[in-house]
């Protein structure tokens, strides 16, 4: 009796914890995938020449990205 609570209580935890899952990748899983895919195929500003890139440029790009983490639906 008490494993049949207990195994009906897990079961009901893993599916939250996977709905869970599936609407945090809806959200924002897609969106930050595809942000990091495209951050990793932009040129970094010269970086194979030895130059380093625009600090000041990436951190506002980063703060973008933060700040437009709420907005998106």
Do not use: H, R, S
């Not at 599916?15 to 995938?33: M, S």
């Not at 951050?39 to 970094?44: A, W, Y």
């Not at 970086?47 to 600090?55: A, K, L």
């Amino acid at each position: 009796m008490y494993l049949n609570v207990i195994l009906t209580i897990f079961v009901i935890v893993q599916v939250a914890i996977c709905g869970c899952i599936i609407y945090w990748w809806k959200k924002y899983g897609k969106t930050l995938f595809k942000t990091f895919t495209e951050f990793k195929n932009l040129p970094m500003g010269g970086m194979n020449t030895g130059q380093m890139p625009d600090m000041n440029k990436m951190m506002g790009d980063l703060m973008n990205l933060t700040k437009n983490m709420g907005k998106f639906k």
